[in-house]
């Protein structure tokens, strides 16, 4: 069982002004790993607090996995993927390319994503849009690899080649 991590980045949620429907999506999404999800949050895009809270998950709670919803595009106040790179110790781009890719069949918007997907220490941190769609094609698209990447991040040392 994965343990896991979800935060959603919103500043509108963050005050009540919207309803968090991303968080909810990837917590019913990443049930059937199994996972167990350990802590939920909704917090604004702040630079300095997406980059605390991934340090704390990664660092404090050792969570498997940590999965981010919001602020991965190119508006004003989006800040999660700065806020992961100076956190993450290992970048994995194929897993970015991978929902970039999947997302570009269904919109041609899916380029200007900036979604990251790294390593801090023994924790896989997953950036996702913002809207419950797209968070929807984006995991889906890398879900059966998450397990995989979790135990290689903690030491498996089986063949990557055997599925």
Do not use: W
Not at 78 to 90: C, G, L, N, P, Q
Not at 148 to 161: F, P, T, Y
Request: with cysteine; net charge negative.
């Amino acid at each position: 069982m994965l343990t896991v991590g979800v935060i959603t980045i919103s500043d509108k949620g963050s005050t009540g002004e919207r309803q968090d429907t991303s968080g909810p999506a990837i917590q019913e999404l990443l049930e059937p790993l199994p996972a167990d999800i350990k802590c939920y949050e909704v917090i604004p895009d702040d630079p300095a607090l997406i980059s605390g809270r991934l340090i704390h998950f990664a660092d404090t709670l050792r969570l498997d996995l940590i999965v981010t919803t919001g602020g991965t595009g190119v508006g004003v106040r989006d800040f999660t993927t700065e806020a992961t790179r100076a956190v993450i110790d290992k970048e994995i781009p194929g897993m970015a390319e991978v929902m970039r890719t999947e997302s570009l069949k269904k919109t041609p918007h899916a380029m200007i994503s900036r979604a990251v997907v790294g390593v801090r220490g023994q924790s896989l941190i997953v950036n996702l849009p913002g809207s419950p769609k797209a968070v929807r094609e984006n995991l889906m698209a890398i879900l059966p690899a998450i397990p995989h990447a979790v135990a290689k991040i903690k030491g498996a040392q089986e063949d990557c080649g055997q599925p």
